[in-house]
Each structure stands twice: as C-alpha cells, then as structure tokens.
C-alpha cells in the first residue's frame, strides 16, 4: 500500500509538472505571435490594439499563473523579460490615447499587474525579479522595454529560454552602436540616462565605457568625457 501511495504521488506530481511546463511553452509561443503582430521597426501598433485587445488578454490571463524558479536561470529571464514587455503594453492600452508612459501617475512604480502568481508593478518586475536575482546581467536594460523612445526599441519576437542567450547579446550590441543611443564625438561621449539610473549595474568591472566597448565595432577612447542626453518619454508608438 505504502508503495502505491508513493507511486500514485509521484504520478501526479509528473502529470502536474508537465502540465506546467505546457503552459510555458504556450505563453512564449502566443507572445511570439503577439509581438510579431503588433510591433514593426521596434513600434507599437497600440491603435489596433486598443481596438481588438483580444491577443493580449488572453497573454494577460496564461501569464497570471506561471510560476518559474529561478534556477531555471534562461526560462525564467525569458518568462519576467516577456511578461514586462506585455505588462508596459497594457499599462498603455488601459490608458490610451498618451503621449508618454509618464502621462499615469504611477505607471511604473504603483500600478499592479497580475502576472507569475502575483501582484507586481513594473518596477518590481524589473529591479526584484531580474535585476535583483541577477546582479551581474546588465543586458537587461536594453531588452526591457518602457514605452518610451528613449529605450532601446522592442522586437517582434518573444524572448525564448533556447535563444534569451543570443537575444541578450543582439540587443545590446545594437543599442550601443547605434550612434543616436551612444554619441561620440572625439574625446565626449554622451550616453542615455539608462546608464545614470543604473550606474551601479555599468561599473561591476570597470567604467561605463568599458562595459560599453565590450559590445562595440569602434571602441570608445576611455578617457572621453562622459556626460548624459535627456531621455525621450514620448510613446513608442507605430
């Protein structure tokens, strides 16, 4: 009898993890399919949204209840990165017309969104559950995307544990040769204000140019001045 109570636990507890893992492998399929219909050229085509919001609800509801762990290191970065992408969507579909994020009070540091078995306003998805847990990733700041221009531009396509490694790495070596996010000119480089916000996540291992020039074509003279341009909030808009 004992045997088969341990058997039949075991049998369930399977079942349930498989069941689990189904569900994952649905929301990054459906997020897949959701950017690459309503983001073109790093915009979003929020109009359309707003009047068939349909796809990103359903997104919304899957997302409500997957649980990750954190040891599953790739699924769970690509899970939070994915579910702060949608969840700034919604934020500007239940808010539109705006001309910025900013235009809600609280847009980022107040507003809860029901995602990964709990209550979480974006702030926290961004600085509890990835930068937190992951101090040393700070390729984060160049796929988490806030609606505004200012960001690195979003992709039509969902980040996937088996690609989130290359993904990383093809976004931030876009964002920092592209020279409207980086501006050098000589000896002065001017870098968006993600790098004053986050200075702390930049300088781990050496200066903020250093970090940038593992990623560039044409390094950066590390002894250039640097200074910071004021960041665009206007929407992202398509």
């Not at 950017?35 to 949204?49: I, N, P, R």
């Not at 001309?99 to 029901?114: H, I, M, N, R, T």
């Not at 559950?129 to 995307?145: C, I, Y």
């Not at 088996?162 to 870098?191: M, S």
Request: proline fraction near 3%; charge should be neutral.
């Amino acid at each position: 009898m004992k045997n088969t109570i341990i058997l039949t636990v075991t049998f369930i507890s399977l079942i349930f993890s498989e069941s689990k893992a189904q569900d994952t492998q649905s929301f990054f399929k459906d997020a897949n399919n959701f950017f690459e219909s309503y983001v073109f050229d790093g915009k979003v085509d929020y109009k359309t949204l707003v009047k068939s919001p349909e796809a990103l609800n359903i997104l919304g509801e899957k997302a409500k209840n997957i649980k990750v762990a954190v040891t599953d290191v790739h699924t769970y970065q690509a899970f939070w990165i994915n579910a702060y992408n949608l969840s700034v969507i919604k934020g500007v579909i239940d808010n539109y017309p705006m001309e910025s994020p900013l235009d809600k009070k609280g847009f980022f540091d107040a507003v809860l969104y029901d995602v990964g078995g709990t209550k979480i306003t974006l702030n926290d998805i961004e600085n509890k559950k990835l930068r937190g847990e992951f101090k040393n990733e700070a390729r984060f700041h160049f796929v988490l995307v806030c609606a505004g221009l200012g960001c690195p531009p979003i992709i039509s396509q969902a980040y996937k544990p088996e690609t989130l490694e290359d993904q990383l790495q093809k976004q931030t070596e876009i964002a920092l040769n592209n020279p409207n996010f980086i501006k050098v000119n000589g000896k002065k480089v001017q870098l968006s204000q993600i790098f004053e916000w986050y200075k702390e996540d930049f300088v781990r291992a050496g200066t903020e140019i250093e970090f940038i020039n593992k990623f560039r074509k044409e390094a950066i003279d590390e002894k250039a001045k640097v200074s910071y341009y004021n960041y665009d909030w206007r929407l992202n808009e398509k």
